[in-house]
């Protein structure tokens, strides 16, 4: 084929060039700068720092710093801030609740593999159009069976008058709780109700309220706490640590719990933010928080030792029915959940 362009070629294409359908593929900048990640703190918060900051931010010229608070509070300050031309945080860690609200009021970016390239990787239950999926994990029973001889098969078990005193819950998981309660209650994924009462029997018995992970697993630790609803990946990791407690997973379901990752539609350096989710999504950052926090990979190009992924995968056999909330429900719910916890359930 001749290289020459006659004179009518040239126009078309460099029409067609105008018109931006010759290469229609959008340039990014290279991302660089800082970026202000909201997170819970804690061992979180920490190996985001060792495992995605340090080694994959860092040598592309992107400084990390973190907001750390609540999830509640990251969802007021998202609402408070999404009509102002620039927020204050580039990228938000989100319940799975928490990302699909934040986008049904219009305050997240959608996300695609042109933003995040890695978002092809990820696993397809798990997938939505405004978050990147950064781990997950089951709902489970642990307990320490010096405290608890008898292995629970049902989260009515709490409930039983020989361990008053013993059963310890989480401030931050009030949600999860009122569900697990809810579901031996008559209750189900869109009715958390009849979990309320069963949970004020519980507190005449005498539960103990710990107000974050940390603090439950010294708890456990010092055997001041002897069973609790926890998730998979903490176990896997308070086994690791040294505290003593086991596993089990109740027969009314396994439901799961996933962590996202979204970006703000007013960030303040988006090309910065969406490499970030990109890199929470690489192999070597998902085998890490499975090493050290007991967390699934939600990709599936990572492959993990086979004795790792025994310990932070579903059993087989729970792996086809685990379940999911119903974020339609949660999304006008959840206020009115945490109010009752709050001021019904706490004080």
């Keep these: 084929m001749s290289a020459h362009l006659n004179r009518r070629a040239f126009g078309l294409l460099a029409g067609a060039a105008a018109a931006g359908i010759v290469c229609p593929r959008t340039v990014r900048a290279a991302p660089s700068g800082q970026i202000v990640v909201g997170t819970w703190g804690g061992d979180y918060q920490n190996l985001l720092q060792q495992n995605v900051a340090v080694p994959l931010m860092t040598p592309m010229g992107v400084n990390v710093v973190y907001d750390t608070a609540t999830d509640t509070v990251r969802k007021t300050k998202l609402m408070a801030e999404r009509r102002l031309p620039r927020g204050s945080m580039d990228v938000a860690a989100l319940t799975a609740s928490g990302s699909f609200e934040m986008y049904s009021n219009g ?50 078990d709490l409930w039983k008058p020989e361990y008053a005193g013993k059963v310890g819950l989480i401030d931050l998981q009030y949600q999860t709780t009122i569900e697990s309660a809810a579901m031996i209650a008559g209750g189900s994924m869109t009715n958390y109700e009849p979990g309320k009462a069963k949970l004020l029997e519980l507190k005449k018995r005498g539960v103990k309220i710990y107000p974050t992970n940390e603090a439950m697993a010294q708890a456990l630790k010092t055997e001041e706490c002897a069973i609790c609803i926890m998730w998979l990946a903490r176990g896997v990791a308070w086994q690791k640590a040294g505290i003593p407690v086991e596993i089990a997973y109740p027969k009314e379901g396994v439901v799961l719990y996933i962590s996202d990752m979204v970006v703000p539609k007013n960030a303040r350096n988006k090309d910065a933010a969406f490499a970030y989710l990109n890199a929470i999504l690489e192999p070597t950052s998902q085998e890490a928080f499975a090493r050290t926090m007991g967390y699934a990979p939600t990709v599936d190009n990572v492959t993990l030792a086979p004795a790792l992924a025994k310990q932070v995968s579903l059993p087989a056999d729970l792996q086809s029915s685990f379940a999911k909330q119903d974020q339609d429900y949660l999304l006008k719910t959840d206020a009115s959940l945490q109010e009752w916890w709050t001021k019904e359930f706490k004080s």
């Design 107 to 156: 305050a997240l970016e959608e996300l695609d593999e042109g933003k995040v390239p890695n978002l092809q990787h990820v696993q397809p239950f798990l997938k939505s159009k405004y978050a990147a999926p950064h781990i997950y994990t089951g709902r489970v029973i642990l307990y320490n069976p010096k405290l608890i001889p008898e292995k629970p098969t049902s989260y009515a």
